[in-house]
C-alpha cells in the first residue's frame, strides 16, 4: 500500500490536536500549583505580593460607589448577562449555518454557566454591605441557613465534579462535591468563595479533559483548552497582582468575567472560518464578500416593481399629447 505525502500530513495533524488539547489542560494545573501555593502563604501572612483589595474580597471590584447598582458585582452582573444572550445567539446562528452539534455543545453549556455566574454576582451585589463595601453571607448564616445553603450547593457542586463517561463515577464526583461543598460552607469565609470555586473548578475540568477518551479529544477540546481555560487562568494573576495599580481603574473583575464568552467568541469564529472553507470553497471573509457583492448586484439589476409601474405610465402620457399610439412607437 503507497502512502502519499498529503495523507501523512493529514493523518499527522489529526493526530497532533489531542496533544494540542492535553498541553493546554496539563498547563492549566501547571500554573494552578503556584496559584495555590501563594494564596496559602497570603493566608499564614508569609507573602503580600496580591493587591490589598483582592486579599479582602476576593474579587477585583468597586463596592463602595454612590449608587448600589454600580457596584462592581452589579456590572459584572449585567455584563455577564448579555454575554450569556451573545453566546447563545452565536449558538443559534452556528446550528442555521449547518455547523455541527458537538461545536456548539461548549458555546451553549457555557452560557448556561455564565448566566448562573451573574446570579450569583447579582446575589453578592444585593449582599453588600454600603459602609464597608464588603459581603459577609458565610459568616452572617444562621444554623438553620447554612443547611439549606448546603443542600442546594450540593447539586452545583455535583454538576462541576461529575463527568459523563465512566471514567468517573457518580459516587466519586458525589464525594468530590461533598468534599468541596463542605468546605465551602461550613470552613471558608467568604472572601475566598470565588477562590475556591475557581481552583476547584479549572482543576477537575483539566483532569476530566486529560482523562477523555483519544477520540473526544477534538479541535473544539483543543480550541476550549487554549482560548478559555488557560486566559481564565492567566486573567487570575492579571487580576489579583493588578487590581488597584490597573484593572480596578478599567472595570475590575467584569474583565475575568469577560474570559469566558470572548474566548469562545474566537472559537465560533475559527470554526465558522473553517466551515466556510470546507461548505463553499472559501473562508468566512470570502463568504461575506460573495454575499455583500450578490446582494449589491441584486439592487443594481433588478428594477423595482414600482419603478417599472411609473415607467410605463410615463409613456402613455407621453403619447397622449404626441398623438402616436404606443404600439406604434415600439415598432419605431
Not at 477562590?195 to 479549572?202: F, G, N, R
Not at 475559527?270 to 466551515?275: E, K
Request: glycine share 6%; aromatic share 14%.
Amino acid at each position: 500500500m503507497v502512502f502519499s505525502l498529503c495523507d501523512v500530513m493529514y493523518d499527522s495533524h489529526k493526530s497532533i490536536i489531542p496533544l494540542v488539547g492535553d498541553c493546554g489542560k496539563l498547563l492549566v494545573l501547571v500554573l494552578l500549583v503556584p496559584f495555590f501555593i501563594l494564596l496559602v502563604l497570603h493566608e499564614l501572612d508569609v507573602l503580600d505580593v496580591f493587591s490589598t483589595l483582592y486579599q479582602e474580597e476576593g474579587f477585583c471590584v468597586q463596592a463602595k460607589v454612590s449608587s448600589p447598582w454600580m457596584r462592581g458585582h452589579a456590572i459584572s452582573f449585567y455584563a455577564c448577562c448579555a454575554m450569556a444572550l451573545w453566546m447563545q445567539f452565536l449558538v443559534f446562528c452556528g446550528v442555521r449555518c449547518g455547523m455541527s452539534a458537538d461545536s456548539m455543545k461548549p458555546v451553549k453549556k457555557n452560557s448556561i454557566s455564565l448566566l448562573g455566574h451573574s446570579l450569583g454576582h447579582a446575589y453578592l451585589a444585593s449582599k453588600t454591605k454600603d459602609a464597608t463595601g464588603g459581603a459577609r453571607i458565610s459568616e452572617e448564616l444562621t444554623f438553620n441557613g447554612r443547611i439549606l445553603t448546603f443542600i442546594v450547593l450540593q447539586f452545583v457542586w455535583y454538576g462541576f465534579m461529575r463527568q459523563r463517561s465512566g471514567k468517573r463515577s457518580p459516587a466519586f464526583a458525589m464525594g468530590l462535591a461533598l468534599f468541596h461543598n463542605s468546605l465551602q460552607v461550613f470552613l471558608l469565609p467568604t472572601r475566598l468563595f470565588f477562590t475556591h470555586v475557581l481552583l476547584a473548578v479549572l482543576a477537575s475540568s483539566s483532569f476530566r479533559g486529560l482523562n477523555r477518551e483519544y477520540h473526544e479529544k477534538t479541535i473544539y477540546y483543543a480550541l476550549e483548552a487554549w482560548l478559555v481555560d488557560v486566559n481564565i487562568l492567566v486573567m487570575t494573576f492579571v487580576e489579583s497582582f493588578t487590581c488597584e495599580s490597573f484593572l480596578i481603574h478599567l472595570g475590575g473583575h467584569v474583565w475575568f468575567d469577560m474570559v469566558v464568552p470572548f474566548g469562545f467568541t474566537a472559537y465560533f469564529f475559527i470554526l465558522f472560518h473553517q466551515h466556510c472553507k470546507a461548505k463553499y470553497g472559501t473562508g468566512m471573509c470570502g463568504v461575506l464578500q460573495n454575499m455583500l457583492r450578490q446582494t449589491t448586484k441584486t439592487k443594481v439589476c433588478e428594477t423595482p416593481k414600482s419603478v417599472l409601474t411609473s415607467r410605463v405610465k410615463f409613456l402613455k402620457f407621453e403619447n397622449l399629447f404626441s398623438g402616436i399610439p404606443l404600439k406604434n412607437q415600439k415598432k419605431q
